[in-house]
């Protein structure tokens, strides 16, 4: 008879010291391939929910600012308005009231013409009335500007910090 033949592909429970080591580090590896890749499995989802949650948070934090800011600039425009609305009667008003008399100075009482004093009353009224007119609009639109400007302002200042 021939020399036995020894080797784990013949006789498995007669396989050496050494084959049997190989096999049980192979099966340790292929184990601790598979812990680690269901572990990382695991944390990769835990961390992957977390991000979620912070960003969902993220999210609704950056939605009830932007409400926050939407409401704060809804109130300030509704003050501008009533400020802007204010100005713009105190302006005609004053306007008004300057309209009711006349901007050039009654004449003497004793002129032979009173309506022409080397200038024509008429259209020298008229002009400084066009005049008047034009300086209060510009005055009128800076006003408005300044208006403008402290609501803004004071919309910046009412910001959470």
């Known amino acids: 008879m021939r020399k036995k033949e020894r080797g784990f ?3 498995p429970f007669l396989a050496s010291y050494w084959q049997i080591m ?3 580090l192979l099966v340790a590896a292929v184990g601790g391939y598979i812990y680690h890749c269901e572990s990382s499995k695991i944390k990769s989802a835990e961390f ?7 960003g969902k948070q993220a999210e609704q934090d950056a939605s009830d600012t932007i409400k926050d800011h939407i409401a704060r600039k809804d109130k300030a425009d509704a ?3 009533v400020v802007r609305a204010a100005l713009a009667t105190r302006t005609r008003e004053l306007r008004d009231a300057r309209a009711r008399g006349s901007y050039v100075p009654a004449a003497a009482p004793g002129a032979k013409r009173p309506d022409l004093a080397t200038y024509n009353r008429a ?3 008229g002009a400084i009335r066009r005049l008047d007119e034009g300086v209060q609009e510009l005055i009128g ?3 408005a500007a300044r208006i403008d400007l402290d609501t803004a302002k004071q ?3 009412d910001l959470p910090h």
């Open 9 to 11: 592909a013949f006789v």
């Open 22 to 24: 190989a096999i049980g």
């Open 48 to 54: 992957l929910g977390g991000v979620q949650a912070l």
């Open 79 to 81: 003050e501008n308005k």
């Open 123 to 125: 259209e020298l009224d």
């Open 141 to 143: 639109e800076g006003d």
């Open 155 to 157: 919309w910046i200042q």
